[in-house]
């Protein structure tokens, strides 16, 4: 079981400062993380790594609007996957536990821009900032499944120093990959974006954030599929800014755990 006790969760509010490109319009206040982490009890003085989970799905869903169902848990109550395992297995060993929601989710602000530049700079900072505390041994390590996957992969596109590890689960590698086969999209790819940007939006003040990929995005499928005998997919960076791995392959040194099905068709 492990030699300590924990504590948490405990809130943090990570600040990011993004690209002039990333700058969101109609809400003056800064792009901030939302981190919730679980710390062992362990001696004074001892550092200690932490493995985190970062996605949108904390509180996210129906806001009790009829035939739609609650919300999810908030990132405050370990994911009954991922979450409640590193807490139970890992924690009590000397490990930090953290979950970070992805900008426009939860507790975090800014726009959710599906995987693009704003998400990644994000999520860079948040691990940036796990591997920079005082109780920090400096070594963080990602995993995660589906969109949880991805995050994974994002993280070491332009990777902080401090990322050492990534365990990737059937997280795609690009969005544009995930769609598209010789040319031809899934019928999903019109809706991906709408659906992802609708689902995260409350009626709050800080849904008055606007960011350039909140229009593009939506639009980007259509204009692929009209335009692409015309070069419809290079009207604009949107599905480059969305392809991690050649980054990743460029950029990061760290280790990769790749966890993956024969028959994970959604990604």
């Known amino acids: 079981n492990g030699t300590y006790n924990w504590t948490g969760p405990t809130e943090h509010f990570v600040e990011v400062d993004l690209p002039a490109s990333e700058q969101d319009a109609g809400y003056p ?54 979450g409640a395992w590193v807490l139970d297995q890992f924690v009590p060993h000397g490990y930090a536990l953290a979950q970070i929601s992805t900008f426009g989710t939860g507790k975090s602000t800014h726009c ?55 365990v990737p689960i059937s997280g795609s590698i690009g969005v544009q990959q995930m769609f598209y086969r010789n040319g031809s999209s899934e019928a999903r790819a019109m809706l991906y974006d709408v659906l992802y940007q609708g689902a995260t939006t409350d009626p709050t003040e800080d849904d008055m954030r606007m960011c350039s990929d909140d229009i593009i995005g939506p639009i980007s499928p259509f204009t692929t599929w009209l335009g692409a005998g015309m070069g419809g997919d290079q009207w604009n960076d949107y599905w480059d800014e969305r392809y991690h791995l050649q980054d990743v392959l460029d950029n990061y040194q760290g280790s990769v755990y790749l966890v993956w099905g024969f028959q994970d068709w959604n990604v």
């Open 29 to 82: 206040e800064p792009a901030l993380m939302h981190v919730a982490l679980w710390m062992p009890d362990v001696p004074e003085g001892l550092k200690i790594p932490v493995i985190a989970t970062v996605h949108p799905y904390y509180d996210f869903g129906g806001e009790g609007a009829p035939g739609a169902g609650e919300d999810s848990n908030p990132n405050t109550v370990p994911d009954a996957g991922v």
């Open 112 to 166: 959710q821009d599906v995987k693009g530049l704003g998400e990644q700079t994000g999520i860079q900072a948040a691990v940036d900032w796990l591997g920079e505390q005082e109780w920090s041994n400096g070594n963080v390590g990602l995993v995660g499944k589906s969109y949880a996957g991805t995050t994974n992969w994002e993280a070491a596109q332009n990777p902080s120093e401090h990322l050492k590890t990534i």
